[in-house]
């Protein structure tokens, strides 16, 4: 019988009880076999023979993949891949697939509200009204929206799905996406900057919509965050490394940067050393604007979906190293 691995925290956190997962796999004559312990030792002992592996941020890495004797899919339950060494898996031929537009309009509902949460100083507000300190001086400046520019870093689908959210509060869009075409800048009617440092210079807000590559990573530096406009808010939902969270810290601290929003750390979760916890003009939410109860239904079915069909002899629907095929993302 085939086998079908579950690991990673982040996975057991969303789903204690995973009878559906069992339930599904029997359409692929499969089983299930989840792997709870974050001991490396006991993950690669459970993969090696594995038809399949799903996985929530949970490492897997060349050494591993190496060790596959029978894998035909690595799956990632999430819009995000950058936990797996993809190009170890090409080299063996393993697809790697993931679950990337179930949660596209959650994930762009958390950017604007922390963007809006932030701007609008609620936090603050909030803790000096429970506190019977009824005094709105105490949270000025506060700017409007309208007529103001929101950067984006990314015009993907949850770049793009903002664009509307935020022209609704008479915003105007730029962004800087190397890889996507004019045509779709033209459809959203959104201001295309080629050189990031341009758009750092001329937004009010920025929201990050990138995946962590090596060419991601620390996008926004020391150097990077020195040139934005002293009031500019920032936004992350993609992944904590492409910020340098000491150099946005030390930002923030001085008042170099107004505010930030963020819902993904480099370490997660972050330990009590975790610097932007502690700052009245950051807040931190726990990697959460994926969520909601149709977002938490959806990703399961399209993951079960996706390894179920692949089990079963079918190419994945969603593939990130097409290579394996004999094609590339630009065929």
């Known amino acids: 019988m085939k086998t079908i691995v579950l690991a990673g925290r982040r996975l057991f956190m969303k789903w204690d009880n995973i009878a559906y997962f069992e339930e599904r796999a029997k359409e692929a004559n499969a089983a299930i076999v989840p792997v709870r312990s974050e001991d ?21 890495s060349r050494e591993a993949i190496e060790s596959l004797s029978r894998c035909e899919l690595i799956l990632t339950l999430s819009v995000g891949h950058d936990c797996v060494d993809v190009n170890a898996a090409t080299k063996r031929g393993i697809p790697v697939s993931n679950v990337p537009a179930y949660c596209t309009d959650d994930v762009a509902n958390h950017s604007m509200s922390l963007l809006m949460a932030v701007a609008r100083k609620l936090t603050l507000l909030n803790h000096e009204t429970k506190h019977t300190r009824w005094d709105y001086n105490v949270a000025k400046p506060i700017y409007t929206f309208r007529g103001k520019c929101l950067g ?13 959210k935020a022209k609704g509060l008479g915003m105007q869009v730029a962004a800087y996406d190397p890889y996507v075409h004019d045509d779709i800048f033209q459809l ?23 995946p962590l590559t090596p060419e991601t990573y620390h996008l926004l530096d020391k150097k990077a965050l020195g040139l934005l406009r002293k009031h500019v808010v920032i ?22 940067v107004a505010g930030a929003g963020i819902d993904v750390m480099s370490s997660e979760p972050p330990d009590e050393s975790f610097s932007l916890l502690y700052l009245d003009n950051a807040l931190v939410t726990p990697h959460i604007a994926w969520y909601s109860e149709e977002s938490l239904e959806r990703v399961r079915i399209q993951g079960m979906d996706e390894t179920v069909n692949v089990l079963n002899g079918k190419r994945p629907r969603y593939i990130v190293n097409p290579e394996v095929f004999g094609f590339s993302n630009t065929d």
Request: hydrophobic share 40%.
């Open 40 to 60: 490396e030792n006991d993950f690669r002992s459970a993969v090696k023979d594995a038809s399949a592996i799903i996985v929530i941020a949970k490492t897997i």
């Open 152 to 164: 984006l870093i990314g015009l993907g689908k949850i770049g793009r799905a903002i664009v509307p």
């Open 188 to 210: 959203l009617d959104v201001k295309r900057e080629y050189e990031l440092n341009e758009m750092l210079k001329n937004s009010d807000y920025i929201s990050i919509h990138a």
């Open 235 to 256: 936004v992350n939902t993609s992944r904590g490394n492409i910020i340098d969270e000491q150099a946005l810290y030390e930002s923030l601290k001085s008042g170099r």
